[in-house]
């Protein structure tokens, strides 16, 4: 067999869990949900032979579908435990909300672009994830009326600490967001103390879209 016969999106997937394994993205349990997530169903068909390369890819709205290895960081960044209530802001392709629900007992996630939701609803309905929530709304403020959440993972940068949504979680709860202004940003992990305090710790530069409030003005 030729080494491009032997090329399918298996060994693709299978490449890639690998590497993101040398590149510290070491859970078991990250590293099996990125594997049971097709990667393809979110990425728009014009790079479908990309869909399992370790890279970042445009999808509609201006937006992207995150890298694999920035996904396994912030989820492993996360320590999700089975039973967690998981909020992300930014649901986007849906692809990091899939890997969520493969982790926890429910996943709440914001979007403020109607059509990328609508998009992504239709892929959780695919796969049969029914511990998916979705919401069209401004993630800048959260969703209140589900707070507090176990983990928090936000998929925009933010200008600054994201406080509103630090409200939103437990006291012994996590979030992981970029931070930043500039067209790179600093990945922030806040630890609670469980006395109303958050530990940062930084995990890496990244480049996210910008975290923008209200939802957007399209059909």
Known sequence: M?????????????????????????????????????????????????????????????????????????????????????????????????VLSKLSRLVYTIERYRTLLREAEARFKKLLLPNVITKFGDGAEGWKEQAPFDRVLVTAAAPGEPSALLEQLKPTGILVAPVGRGPVQTLIRYVGDGKGDFREEVLCEVRFVPLLEGVAKEL
């Open 2 to 98: 030729s080494a491009e016969a032997a090329d399918t999106p298996e060994t693709r997937r299978a490449r890639l869990i690998l590497a993101l394994r040398s590149q510290g993205v070491s859970d078991p349990a990250v590293l099996g949900a990125l594997e049971q997530i097709p990667r393809e169903l979110f990425t728009p068909d014009l790079f479908q032979e990309r869909a399992w390369e370790d890279s970042a890819l445009p999808i509609a709205c201006g937006q992207t579908i995150s890298q694999p290895f920035i996904v396994g960081l912030m989820t492993q960044a996360l320590a999700i435990e089975p039973r967690a209530r998981v909020l992300e802001i930014g649901t986007g392709s849906g692809y990091q909300t899939a």
